[in-house]
């Protein structure tokens, strides 16, 4: 009971840490490069138009670019979760994010967590993530063999359903 005290005394004494510079650009690195890469577009602007006209009108191609921009989006989000949920270490550095892919039911979302953070903190904190990323559910799996690495399921869609099965909404 003294040692669950002392924690969330640290948890509540704990402020969360700043990124580095190094952090911030690598975090916004797709914000920074599109004017980057527009500007370089824009001197040719007869396939720009063609990309442009080809996501407007393929289905396909419209869903992969809403998918990627909803990854984009939604990593700055889980982020913003983990502070508020408090799943920091004694440092106050939140999880990694690794990896975000567009997925029939939401996205998949790869998490590194640091030294100090576990996969229990992110089940504990799942409901403040997924009202920060404005969705309706949150599942964590955590890797069967590597503790560090944790799958996070982000539903988006209103019929729930992940791989064939129903999760609770």
């Known amino acids: ?26 975090r916004w690195r797709y914000e920074i490069g599109l004017p980057v890469l527009l500007s370089f577009a824009i001197r040719q602007l007869g396939p720009v138009v063609l990309l442009f006209a080809a996501v407007l009108l ?24 983990c502070v508020e949920a408090y799943v920091v270490n004694r440092r106050g550095k939140i999880p990694i994010v690794l990896w975000c892919a567009p997925a029939p039911f939401g996205a998949r979302v790869w998490v590194w967590c640091r ?20 969705v309706s559910e949150v599942v964590v799996l955590p ?9 996070l399921e ?15 909404i």
């Open 1 to 26: 009971m003294n040692r669950r005290l002392l924690d969330e005394l640290n948890r509540a004494t704990t402020p969360t840490a700043r990124p580095n510079p190094l952090v911030v650009l690598w």
């Open 154 to 168: 982000v539903v988006c869609n209103r019929y729930g359903v992940i791989q064939g099965r129903e999760v609770g």
């Open 115 to 134: 030294a100090g953070t576990t996969p229990d903190q992110l089940e504990a904190g799942r409901q403040v993530i997924a009202a920060a990323c404005w």
């Open 143 to 151: 890797h069967p063999r590597h503790g560090h690495r944790v799958l």
């Open 58 to 81: 393929w289905p396909p191609a419209r869903s992969e670019v809403w998918g990627r921009i909803r990854c984009v989006v939604l990593a700055h989000r889980i982020r913003v979760g």
